[in-house]
């Protein structure tokens, strides 16, 4: 049976961003009294009409205990830039977090750990289900496939194949790190947090991932056909599993720029015409 928290406990811990490549841990800027908000939501993405869609990567989270990596999951570094920063935190609901975790000290995660891999799911159509697709999975199609792969159709998108991304590797590559930098260790020695580890898409040709319309899903697991984890539509079903899901509804919000209450700490975010396009 897992664990459950609750995500009002959960919502609130520090998060990070971590870069294999350049070895840099970099802090996530959170509910304070600067007046930023919390970002953190385990089921809305919120897109505000008058900002561009975020540039997304796909990445590994951990939570880290008191200096220890406890557990992994699916996860998102979803971003905008101006000239002053890059914003992973750009108000409600924009940092999505998964929703089940895999305890990598658990008896059936620690032995599979380097072999489980990362696989991205994206909703691109309504979800019209017919006799045989009681489940909507057929709405679904694999985003880290080349574009050219395949043919393509509206509710039956081409099969599932094995584009995923294995996470082994980052994940040492983090442990490796956490242990020899001081300044990582110091900053990460108490309480919880999260650090979203950057991760490469799998082909070039992906490249940037982008969000689809309706919904996402993410997985990480063991399994040799991620897609069947589709036709599953309760989290619970993966109780004892060694299985991580991210999964979220897009929401297309008011503009940003026109609330009343946007604090102050987001008005270059929002300045006309600050937003660097990649």
């Known amino acids: ?64 205990s008191n200096g220890t990596p406890r557990f992994i999951m ?18 409600a609901c924009s940092l999505p977090r998964a929703r089940a975790w895999i305890d990598v000290f658990g008896m059936y995660a620690s032995p599979i750990v380097k072999s489980l891999e990362l696989s991205c799911f994206g909703k691109m159509s309504s979800d019209v289900r017919f006799l045989e697709d009681i489940d909507g999975a057929a709405a679904w199609t ?42 990582m260790r110091n900053a990460l020695c108490e309480g919880y947090h999260y650090v979203d580890i950057v991760l490469p898409m799998p082909n070039k040709d992906n490249l940037p991932l982008r969000l689809p319309k309706q919904g996402l899903k993410m997985f990480l697991s063991d399994f040799s056909d991620p897609q069947r984890l589709l036709e599953i539509e309760e989290s619970s079903d993966l109780d004892g599993e060694p299985v991580g899901e991210l999964a979220f509804d897009l929401l297309a919000v008011g503009a940003g720029s026109k609330s009343e209450f946007l604090p102050e700490c987001y008005a270059d975010l929002y300045a006309e015409g600050n937003i660097l396009m990649s």
């Not at 811990?13 to 970002?39: I, K, R, Y």
């Not at 699916?74 to 108000?91: A, C, D, H, I, K």
């Not at 574009?147 to 998108?157: F, H, N, S, V």
């Open 1 to 64: 049976m897992g664990q459950k928290l609750p995500a009002s406990l959960c919502k609130s811990w520090p998060t990070w961003t971590f870069h294999s490549e350049t070895q840099t841990l970099m802090a996530v800027e959170g509910e304070g009294d600067e007046g930023w908000v919390n970002p953190n939501s385990f089921s809305e993405l919120y897109l505000p009409s008058d900002l561009p869609l975020p540039n997304c990567a796909p990445a590994l989270g951990v939570v880290i």
């Open 74 to 91: 699916p996860s998102l570094v979803l971003s905008l830039e101006t000239p002053e920063r890059v914003w992973r935190n750009r108000g």
């Open 142 to 183: 694999c985003l880290f496939k080349s574009a050219a792969t395949g043919p393509k159709g509206i509710l039956r998108p081409p099969g599932f194949e094995g584009k995923t991304i294995k996470i082994g590797q980052a994940f040492e590559d983090f442990k490796l790190a956490l242990k020899q930098n001081d300044e």
